[in-house]
């Protein structure tokens, strides 16, 4: 509270950044401990959570008061102009404090209470149980067991206690291998494919430099192989780019010589690292940030940006890993430079393109809690919840994100979830409201004391997982098991819902996923009511046959139709909302409609956002 | 005329490659007047593969030992490899199509020789557009009139023979207007906006010239414009070229209105905000942006030309009878070698601009993806003789309301309808402002992309969207006879 000078600020002006007419609303500022809120004339409340603020700037002073943009992390621009220098300076540096936390214990998620009790608490973390993951994958069976090697961290701090190893690898052989990887991240099991017995596992680079060596390295990466009675030979995935691999040897680390491994197959895929990734986005996100764009200048800038390009190598690898396990049958070691990025990306995916439980809501959450999560991707820096390195901040799990959406959209049945889901998981990593991305590996994560200090996400998304469904979802389709994406250049697209997730002018003004989920539910309800209504036809018969027909019969029936009118009432409401004030929620508001979200938006968004649109949009064709 | 004389071979033994997910047919090639057609044999399917001759777009033919190899690249972006057993059968072949293909005359078309079970002649063609659409003017104002002026097309050839013009506006000051308007296309009332009383109206540019001619009955007919809308009503007019290119237009006999001859008229060459003003639109003939511009406006504003029979009336009105030179415009597609000057895409960029706008608001429009798809290949290639000719008075010469089928006799056949329809459409009584950011536009793949790259999960996904939309009129068509069928005590 010592950062908040002003908490309030009258006749402040929040710009369209995409209307030419330069319109506005004007209304009330007012800084909170946690958030940032803008309440419009027409009473619509605009948060804007402090962890969320990537970048708060003050601009020149105009005639009309001194503007401040404010760029989040979940791609929202803000742009206020507020009357008074002196109030702007206030919130300008209180947003520069509140946005920047030095320590953990200052992260909303600390603060946060949706009041539930321990036991509810405690439950919610329980949710997804990766014990019971590597129970479903088959595991552990006669060639594949969980090690204890650290179950103290002893081995390898940003690793998980519980990992899956080859049974023949023996403990000398696993410390002896963690020692010739990079931060100890020696080769374990990540996803194991019970019907072709064979493994994805992941890794660190090895200290190889430009002649080591190591027995146990080698041996380890051989009960791998041999764990897989089907295929003798594996592949090794390095997905860095076969210069910067090079590059590494000459620090003492480097990639695994062909010739001392027996029956590896080396492959480097050519993923760009943090830095490159970090800098594609920002270009990126100056094109779209653009006024005025024309459409050439958007495709070259696109093109310039090389977005697109890298999700498509983030996507050919899964899919090249996916190919090795479904065609040839031979199991793959993924890494990168420190296994957390790139291997984190390229298992996860490649699982995904696998096996249809990860395709779902729950087998998503347990997914990047396994993947992400537990193998030690450093959330906390690459989304720089605390004041750090900005040069650690990188958009890898996004890109992630983006991967399994193109997915979505190419195949539009295979997947539980829809658009919004991954989107609402995208708020979360950074909004620090949740325990469940904060920390940079479980080690730390116990330290902090997360399970018992804060909340899970996951329990909540499954609350609300209505919102979340893709009503076109197929879970029994065969040929949909195994998904295997066409990577095509024109297959990769501008994620505008993601990008411009606030800029509402852009969006579709219509959302097919809701009307349809509703024809699905009123169906269900409709179909439920025939039945009962037939059931009592029957039943009257029976009666009117036995001789009983009663008047209170009769009227016990009737109450019982309207049955269809109030399903037609829901199909009045859907395709024509009461026109009302529309409410966006950043992250989370204390008025505990955190989720208030993404989906409701979107079904408000039809007829009466045209009208309301009706007073803003242009004539441009 | 006899098509025999093209046709050099009549027939030989082919295998036919369609793209990358259709299976090979293999059987015997013949060439027809109209078609090509590849029959396979007795062992195999017993359809028939059927090519209109018309959609061929360009054609190239190799020849290796002795057998050879015809590549069609068709007008709605197909390509076709044959393999032909004979050397001189493929060249034959090849000839044969390449001089089939390209037959010029209107009349000898084979809309003029399809006769489908199921259609009747001078079906659907009642569409009378310009005074269909008066009568819906007529009914919200008295300020226009509909002018048989132009009954014998003296006027304006490319004029349908009716036109809806304000009321106080005599025909005599219609033709002087007409004569101060390129290929004498006068301003004309394109739509009348109920809600706010305002119009838009479309022409061709004023043939003011170097020497800045005027014409004062073409001032008065938009000063009455003015004066038949809603009092103290702006005009602009809305050219569709750039400054400079209206500019340079004056060189050449052509121009733009000026600005001291149109008092109450603003002229812009660029986009507007939303004023409550009367709009008259064009370009140089009127015949092309005018049409793409005052059409997509109606999409937007006029919630009937979102239905079925809206849109087929308005494409039948605002392109057809107004004199979009198809014909000319549409004689070759993309894969022409030559490219003359009188061919363009206009047609495929309005069908674009409604794809973009469908994805922007996916549940008001009553058609579908399919019916733009329909409507491309038809505009290149079609057994129906609704896109023939240029204008209203080259299919009255050609007589093609009475000797060909009409199109949308064709696609408004009940077995049509999956294809073409919208299942989640629902009647949206307001404008629909699309966004034009480059962030909201898309690449059309359905179209561009349709043979090479079938989007096949994406066809099963819409599949299932119609298979909920059509269970949910099912139960909710059944319901009430259920709950009728209640016995009657």
Redesign the interface.
């Known amino acids: 509270m010592e950062h908040i000078r002003t908490t309030k600020v009258e006749q402040v002006k929040l710009l369209d950044r995409f209307s030419t007419s330069n319109k506005s609303l004007t209304g009330t500022l007012y800084l909170t401990a946690t958030h940032l809120l803008f309440i419009d004339s027409h009473q619509k409340e605009t948060w804007i959570l402090h962890h969320h603020i990537a970048l708060v700037e003050k601009l020149a002073l105009t005639t009309s008061g001194c503007p401040l943009v404010i760029q989040c992390k979940n791609f929202r621009i803000v742009h206020f102009i507020v009357p008074r220098e002196r109030d702007c300076h206030d919130i300008y540096n209180s947003l520069l404090q509140l946005s920047k936390q030095a320590k953990y214990e200052d992260l909303y998620a600390f603060s946060y209470n949706p009041k539930q009790n321990d036991s509810e608490r405690l439950r919610g973390w329980q949710l997804v149980d990766l014990t019971e993951e590597y129970k479903r994958m088959g595991l552990p069976n006669s060639n594949w067991q969980l090690s204890d090697a650290n179950r103290d961290y002893k081995i390898c701090e940003t690793y998980p206690r519980e990992l899956y190893v080859p049974r023949i690898a023996s403990k000398p052989i696993i410390v002896g291998s963690s020692k010739f990887r990079s931060k100890g991240r020696f080769p374990v099991l990540s996803y194991y494919h019970q019907n072709k017995e064979a493994a994805i596992c992941r890794c660190s680079q090895p200290l190889s430099g430009f002649s080591a060596r190591c027995l146990e390295d080698e041996h380890l990466l051989q009960a791998i192989s041999k764990a897989n009675p089907a295929n003798r030979y594996m592949y090794v995935m390095d997905t860095r780019p076969r210069l910067n691999a090079m590059a590494n040897r000459a620090a003492g680390k480097g990639y695994e010589n062909e010739d001392n491994y027996s029956n590896i197959r080396f492959q480097f895929v050519g993923i760009e690292n943090i830095h490159v990734m970090r800098s594609s986005l920002q270009k990126l996100l100056e094109v779209s940030g653009s006024r005025g764009l024309s459409v050439s200048d958007f495709y070259s800038g696109l093109e310039g940006a090389g977005w697109l390009r890298h999700i498509k190598a983030v996507t050919d690898a899964a899919i090249f890993l996916a190919k090795a396990i479904m065609v040839e049958n031979a199991s793959v070691l993924v890494h990168c430079s420190d296994g957390w990025d790139r291997t984190s990306q390229v298992c996860s995916l490649g699982s995904l393109l696998l096996d249809p439980y990860y395709r779902t809501i729950r087998g998503f959450m347990v997914l990047i809690e396994k993947d992400w999560i537990s193998f030690g991707h450093k959330y906390s820096d690459r989304c720089g919840h605390l004041d750090g390195d900005p040069k650690e901040v990188s958009p890898v799990f996004t890109q992630f994100l983006e991967c399994v959406w193109h997915l979505t959209e190419q195949f539009p049945q295979a997947f539980e979830f829809n658009e919004a889901f991954l989107l609402q998981i995208h708020e979360h990593i950074h909004s620090c409201q949740f325990g469940n991305f904060i920390g940079n590996c479980q080690k730390e994560r116990e330290e902090l004391k997360l399970k018992e200090k804060t909340y899970s996400l996951w329990p909540f998304l499954l609350h609300d997982q209505k919102k979340y469904f893709n009503p076109l979802y197929s879970s029994t389709s065969q040929k949909l098991a195994v998904l295997e994406p066409n990577t095509v250049s024109f297959n990769f697209k501008f994620w505008r819902n993601m990008y411009h997730q606030f800029d509402r002018t852009l969006h579709p003004r219509q959302s097919v996923f809701n009307i349809i989920m509703n024809m699905n539910e009123q169906n269900k309800q409709l179909q439920k009511d025939v039945k009962d209504l037939e059931s009592q036809i029957k039943q009257h018969k029976n009666k009117q046959t036995d001789g009983v027909l009663t008047k209170e019969l009769l009227n016990s029936v009737r109450p019982e139709s309207p049955a269809l009118k109030t399903s037609l009432c829901l199909k009045e409401q859907t395709l024509l909302p009461v026109k009302d004030a529309l409410r966006t929620v950043e992250g989370s508001s204390p008025a505990d409609n955190r989720y208030s979200e993404y989906a409701d938006e979107f079904s408000k968004a039809e007829p009466a956002v045209v009208s309301s649109e009706y007073g803003v949009a242009r004539m441009t064709c | 005329m006899e098509f025999s004389e093209l046709i050099r071979t009549g027939q030989a033994q082919a295998e036919l490659l369609r793209g990358p997910e259709m299976p090979p047919l293999r059987g015997t090639l013949c060439v027809t007047g109209h078609h090509l057609l590849l029959s396979p044999g007795p062992q195999a399917t017993p359809d028939l593969w059927l090519l209109l001759l018309r959609s061929v777009d360009s054609i190239e033919k190799r020849v290796a030992g002795d057998a050879g190899t015809i590549t069609l690249r068709c007008k709605d972006l197909r390509v076709l490899q044959l393999d032909i057993e004979g050397v001189e059968a493929t060249l034959d072949i090849a000839r044969s199509i390449e001089a089939l293909s390209s037959l010029e005359s209107v009349i000898t078309s084979f809309p003029f020789f399809y006769r489908p079970k199921g259609l009747r002649l001078g079906e659907s063609w009642h569409f009378h557009p310009p005074e269909r659409y008066y009568k819906r003017v007529a009914r919200e104002t008295r300020a226009w009139r509909l002018s048989e002026a132009n009954e014998d097309f003296s006027l304006c050839p490319s004029y349908p023979r009716a036109v809806i013009v304000p009321r106080t506006v005599d025909d005599d000051a219609l033709a002087r207007s007409a004569r101060f308007r390129q290929g004498g296309r006068f301003p004309v009332l394109s739509y009348y906006h109920a809600p706010s009383g305002t119009v838009l109206l479309r022409s061709s540019q004023p043939l003011t010239g170097p020497q800045k001619r005027r014409c004062a009955e073409d001032e008065e007919l938009l000063q009455a414009v003015l004066a038949g809308a809603r009092p103290g009503a702006r005009g602009f007019i809305v050219d569709t070229r750039s400054a400079q290119a209206a500019k340079q237009a004056r060189m050449t006999g052509g121009g733009t209105e000026a600005k001291s001859a149109y008092p109450g008229w603003k002229r812009l060459h660029r986009?507007?905000?939303?004023e409550g003003a009367c709009i008259l639109v064009h370009g140089a003939e009127g015949t092309d942006s005018t049409l793409l511009?005052t059409s997509?406006?109606q999409l937007?504003l006029d919630p009937l030309s979102r239905t079925m029979a809206g849109f087929q009336e308005l494409i039948e009105r605002e392109w057809i009878q107004a004199g979009h030179p198809f014909q000319l415009r549409c004689a070759h597609s993309a894969f022409s070698h030559t490219r003359p000057k009188h061919e363009a895409p206009i047609f495929l960029l309005f069908l674009d601009?409604v794809w973009q706008l469908g994805?922007?608001?996916?549940?008001?429009l009553e058609f579908g993806e399919g019916m733009l798809l329909a409507l491309f290949d038809h505009s290149y290639a079609s057994p129906f003789g609704t896109f023939l000719c240029n204008s209203e008075k080259e299919r009255c010469l050609c007589e093609v309301r009475t000797r060909t089928h009409s199109l949308w006799s064709g696609l408004n056949q009940p077995k049509e309808q999956r294809k073409l329809r919208n299942p989640?459409y629902?009647p949206?009584?307001?404008?629909?402002?699309?966004?034009?950011?480059?962030?909201?536009?898309?690449?059309w793949?359905g179209l561009f992309?349709r043979w090479t790259?079938p989007p096949e999960?994406?066809e099963?996904?819409w599949e299932?969207?119609w298979q909920?939309?059509t269970?949910?009129e099912k139960?909710?068509g059944?319901?009430?006879t259920?709950?009728a069928?209640?016995?009657q005590?």
Do not use: G, M, Y
Not at chain 2, 271 to 274: D, G, H, Q, T, V
């Open positions: 986009p507007l905000e939303r511009v997509l406006a937007i601009c994805r922007q608001f996916p549940l008001s989640l629902a949206n009584p307001l404008a629909i402002w699309p966004s034009v950011e480059p962030q909201s536009l898309r690449l793949q992309l790259h999960p994406s099963v996904a299932k969207v909920i939309a269970d949910q139960t909710e059944s319901q009430p259920d709950s069928s209640e016995p005590p």
